[in-house]
């Protein structure tokens, strides 16, 4: 597909188990963004990868939180020891480079429920 | 430390009149705003941006205008469609770094 790629696009999980949510960016496309929405609120940015560039991690609410990405393309978010507060739909975006005038483009979402 | 506030949670326009969602920011060091359109269920998407070299750029419908020295910018809708119902989100960078969004305003346009 042409858009970012999400999956799985549903979780429901139970409190304490690790989760791995994946991210299919834009063919091309060098920067990749992890964001996430809780109920009522924004959008609450989480991590920024930018070509070979180290990560801007800065947004990671705990070291509960990892994510990586492989090869300049595919990025996997990792959250180990859910906690309901974990529950919100994270949202990865990708753009074709860093700067003003590059379009963001987001993905559908991963829905995720710890119960 | 919220460096992009949307102050108004929801607003309800009738159609055919103006909508106008406002967003304000701290950080000086932005020099880009963009504006995204978030349907239930979807991902957000890109509806307009602004250099912060300019103070209007209009597109269609949709406007938007940024104050520099105010540190606010605004987005108008005109006129309004049922269509537009959705939750719109303002961002901001500085120096094409990663946006930082603001907490959205809940659009809706009755007929």
């Known amino acids: 597909g042409a858009g970012v790629s999400q999956s799985p696009s549903n979780k429901v999980t139970e409190k304490g188990k690790d989760v791995e949510l994946r991210c299919d960016p834009i063919?091309?496309?060098?920067?990749l963004y992890w964001y996430r929405q809780s109920l009522g609120q924004g959008l609450e940015f989480l991590i920024y990868f930018q070509g070979n560039s180290a990560p801007d991690k800065s947004g990671l609410p705990s070291d509960r939180f990892s994510a990586e990405r492989t090869g300049g393309s595919v990025s996997t978010l990792t959250i180990q020891r859910t906690q309901q507060e974990d529950s919100a739909v994270y949202l990865c975006?990708?753009?074709?480079?860093?700067?003003?005038?590059?379009?963001?483009?987001f993905g559908e979402g991963s829905w995720l429920t710890v119960v | 430390d919220q460096q992009v506030k949307q102050n108004s949670p929801s607003l309800s326009v009738q159609e055919g009149r103006i909508s106008i969602l406002n967003c304000d920011y701290t950080?000086?060091?932005?020099?880009?705003f963009l504006w995204y359109k978030k349907y239930p269920a979807e991902g957000p998407t890109f509806l307009i941006s602004?250099?912060?070299?300019?103070d209007k750029n209009e597109d269609g419908r949709f406007t938007v205008f940024l104050n520099k020295s105010a540190k606010h910018l605004s987005l108008h809708i005109v006129p309004s469609q049922p269509g537009d119902s959705a939750v719109y989100f303002c961002a901001a960078t500085p120096f094409g770094d990663k946006l930082i969004f603001g907490t959205g305003t809940r659009l809706q346009v009755f007929p």
């Open positions: 950080n000086s060091m932005f020099d880009y």
């Open positions: 975006a990708s753009s074709f480079d860093r700067g003003p005038g590059n379009t963001i483009y």
């Open positions: 602004i250099s912060s070299i300019k």
């Open positions: 063919s091309g496309h060098t920067a």
